[in-house]
T-cell receptor, first 109, second 113 residues
Framework: NAGVTQTPKFQVLKTGQSMTLQCAQD?????MYWYRQDPGMGLRLIYYSASEGTTDKGEVPNGYNVSRLNKREFSLRLESAAPSQTSVYFC????????FGPGTRLTVT | AQTVTQSQPEMSVQEAETVTLSCTYD???????LFWYKQPPSRQMILVIRQEAYKQQNATENRFSVNFQKAAKSFSLKISDSQLGDAAMYFCAYRNTGNQFYFGTGTSLTVIP
């Protein structure tokens, strides 16, 4: 039982490049979430998915897209990365109490 | 939109002593959940304690307890008998009826040996 896994753990992008952050959970949870964590800002919700096939915007969705591929997987895509998207990204599952992945540190230069 | 405020960016406590971390929130809802999460240097987010708004009794988990004041919209975390392993960033979080979570900006706790 791996819980919530995220890949990659670290990534450096140049401005304008695209990439997809992967998240998977093996706990059969319906809800999945993507957050970003910036110094002094806490965690802010980017997108969430209440169930397979549904996604909704959170507080800071601009510049991101998501895909709920199936019940296990929820990916976050940056189509054209900007320096303002430099952050640590966390995936989480379950709405009753959140189970978090280990995070992805993304740097956009 | 809901907001969560942690007014103490940093706190320190002597080992074996008690410390209280503060959290206030703003909401017009009556049914919601409140959480405290711990984030050690490993960056992993760990659930410390959960409180349902409809429950009047304050939640307790071993050395961790909360003081939930619904009318005042206050949700403080008390750590008793502090240990070196308690040193971490602590985040207060609110979950609304739409199952969206809102986090505070965190309190960095230092435990002094």
């Amino acid at each position: 039982n791996a819980g919530v896994t995220q890949t990659p753990k670290f990534q450096v992008l140049k401005t304008g490049q695209s990439m997809t952050l992967q998240c998977a959970q093996d706990m059969n949870h319906n809800s999945m979430y993507w957050y970003r964590q910036d110094p002094g800002m806490g965690l802010r919700l980017i997108y969430y998915s209440a169930s397979e096939g549904t996604t909704d915007k959170g507080e800071v969705p601009n510049g991101y897209n998501v895909s709920r591929l199936n019940k296990r997987e929820f990916s976050l895509r940056l189509e054209s990365a900007a320096p303002s998207q430099t952050s640590v990204y966390f995936c989480a599952s379950r709405y009753y109490e959140q189970y978090f992945g280990p995070g992805t540190r993304l740097t956009v230069t | 939109a809901q907001t969560v405020t942690q007014s103490q960016p940093e706190m320190s406590v002597q080992e074996a002593e008690t410390v209280t971390l503060s959290c206030t929130y703003d909401t017009s809802e009556s049914d919601y959940y409140l959480f405290w999460y711990k984030q050690p240097p490993s960056r992993q987010m760990i659930l410390v304690i959960r409180q349902e708004a409809y429950k009047q009794q304050n939640a307790t988990e071993n050395r961790f307890s909360v003081n939930f004041q619904k009318a005042a919209k206050s949700f403080s975390l008390k750590i008793s008998d502090s240990q070196l392993g308690d040193a971490a960033m602590y985040f207060c979080a609110y979950r609304n009826t739409g199952n969206q979570f809102y986090f505070g900006t965190g309190t960095s706790l230092t435990v002094i040996p």
